[in-house]
């Protein structure tokens, strides 16, 4: 229930549209999400390899779509930073 709430909140933050859930930003937005949560259960648990694992495609796979940005739309690429980096 928690989670569904906090996918909410950050589709709404990073949406172009009210029904918008599956564009580049929003795609970025929860893997920042997930990719926070992993680093903090990594640091409780760090021999949790396959975790470590998961935590890697993540990176890979929110790097991917911020090149995507980075090369269509660098203004919205500069803006999806700065909301990262918050």
Do not use: A
């Amino acid at each position: 229930m928690k989670r569904k709430k906090s996918k909410k909140e950050i589709i709404k933050k990073f949406s172009r549209h009210q029904n918008d859930t599956g564009s580049s930003e929003v795609q970025i937005g929860i893997l920042t999400k997930e990719i926070n949560d992993l680093v903090e259960h990594l640091k409780s648990h760090p021999h949790d390899f396959s975790s470590r694992r998961g935590l890697l495609r993540k990176i890979s796979r929110r790097r991917k779509f911020l090149k995507y940005l980075q090369i269509n739309d660098p203004k919205k690429y500069q803006e999806i930073i700065k909301k990262i980096r918050k």
